[in-house]
């Protein structure tokens, strides 16, 4: 979740507190809202993604060339994120109490289906989600827990690509679409939840250097993320109703893992998130909302059989128009 990181690459949240007032310039999102009567602790918009694309990813676990038709990966990706520090469209800290709070659960149920050749399988996926969030802002603060959105998805798996007593190489790439299912906004909290479709699209792959050490693992992902225009969006400036639309976000996850015995690999993984366009609001502009984050830390895989482990603790090091934090993240899966 940034988690999101990151940009979790289910549903999209956005949060919107009022809290006491603070005579203060605010620049936020490209534009001082203190010329337009929006002072520190008094009606800023505060906007978290939740969405990210870091659960679409497992491939780094291992899928076996020869599954057959009918496989089952029942995925459990678990992701903490806590932030006590606001950047505004500068990076500079925005002076304010404010802490942040979120955890997501997503489950992917991955199948493989008929429709494989020697060097190439497709899957269908379902993917639910559960959130719960908890934040202070100035003088607010609010708790929230339900169900989020649910997912659906379709890709390829290439678990063979090229192979070699030097290299080893194999690929996935799919499309999940998120619908408009987020039940998870209490009453008097705005913007909690956005009524829209969702996208991801996303692409892995995995390099393996057998022959270093005992072996070496680089795997890049790459992800672009989007969604459909809020109809039902609270303007923070008029009160109003309007329509917003998040613009298209592209993420990176890169991987590098040291295979230090058949079970466990140990490694770092850093996260990057990278807004294409400012966010619109009525169709207009919101110059300078272009979103920016960057997140570094340890990662740890293991393997107990059938049960696959991959737990990695992410700081951001760069945030802009965002909140910075430290997420932590734990997958599970389980293979039938």
């Known amino acids: 979740m940034t988690p999101h990181r990151g940009s979790a690459l289910g549903a999209a ?15 936020w999102r490209g534009e001082n809202l203190s010329e337009r009567g929006i002072h520190k602790g008094a009606g800023l918009p505060l906007f978290h993604l939740n969405i990210d694309g870091a659960h679409g990813s497992f491939a780094g676990l291992g899928i076996s060339a020869g599954a057959p038709p009918g496989t089952i990966y029942w995925g459990f990706y678990q992701q903490y994120y806590g932030a006590g520090t606001l950047r505004d469209d500068r990076g500079d800290e925005v002076d ?11 489950q992917r149920i991955f199948v493989l289906t ?21 934040f202070t802002i100035g003088g607010i603060a609010e708790s929230t827990a339900g169900f989020g959105d649910l997912g659906l ?8 690509t090229y192979r070699s007593k030097w290299l080893e190489a194999e690929a996935m790439a799919g499309v999940d ?3 408009p299912t987020g039940h998870y ?16 699209l996303w692409s892995d792959l995995i390099f393996h ?23 039902d969006f609270q303007n923070p400036v008029t009160g109003s109703h309007s329509t917003y639309r998040f613009a298209p976000a592209y993420q990176q996850l890169l991987t ?14 850093g996260f990057f998130d990278f807004q294409l366009a400012d966010d619109r609001l009525d169709g207009s502009r919101i110059h300078g909302s272009v979103e920016r984050g960057r997140m570094l830390g340890p990662l740890v895989t293991a393997a107990f059989g059938r049960l696959l482990v991959d737990v990695s603790v992410l700081r951001e090091f760069e945030a802009r128009n965002r909140p910075e934090g430290t997420r932590v993240t734990a997958i599970l899966y389980v293979v039938f």
């Open 13 to 27: 949240t956005f949060l919107l507190a009022l809290a006491s007032v603070a005579a203060a310039d605010l620049r």
């Open 153 to 160: 998805g379709t890709g390829l798996l290439f678990p063979d």
């Open 256 to 269: 590098v893992l040291y295979h230090v015995s058949s079970r466990w690999s140990v490694g770092f993984e």
């Open 177 to 179: 679409v998120f619908l």
């Open 185 to 200: 906004r209490p009453g008097g909290l705005h913007n909690l939840s956005f009524d829209t479709y969702s996208y991801l």
């Open 96 to 106: 304010l109490r404010f802490q942040l709070d979120s955890y997501a659960l997503v």
């Open 209 to 231: 250097l057998p022959r270093f050490g005992n072996g070496l693992y680089v795997s890049p992902a790459f992800y672009l993320a989007g969604s459909t225009d809020n109809d």
């Open 114 to 134: 008929p429709l494989q050749t020697t060097f190439v399988q497709h899957y269908v996926e379902a993917i639910p989600i559960v959130l719960a969030s908890d």
